[in-house]
């Protein structure tokens, strides 16, 4: 499938700015699920 398409060049470029602003918000949900997986185990 992958391959059947043309290539198209991105639509979106993030910033290593963004990048951290992205990670900084997520932060604490992954915190947050990275319990969740520990007490499932």
């Not at 059947?4 to 991105?10: E, H, N, P, R, T």
């Not at 910033?15 to 319990?35: F, K, M, P, Q």
Request: hydrophobic share 40%.
């Amino acid at each position: 499938m992958l391959t059947a398409c043309a290539w198209q060049d991105s639509r979106l470029t993030v910033t290593e700015a963004r990048n951290e602003r992205i990670d900084t918000e997520l932060a604490r949900h992954y915190e947050r699920v990275s319990r969740a997986i520990a007490w499932s185990g």
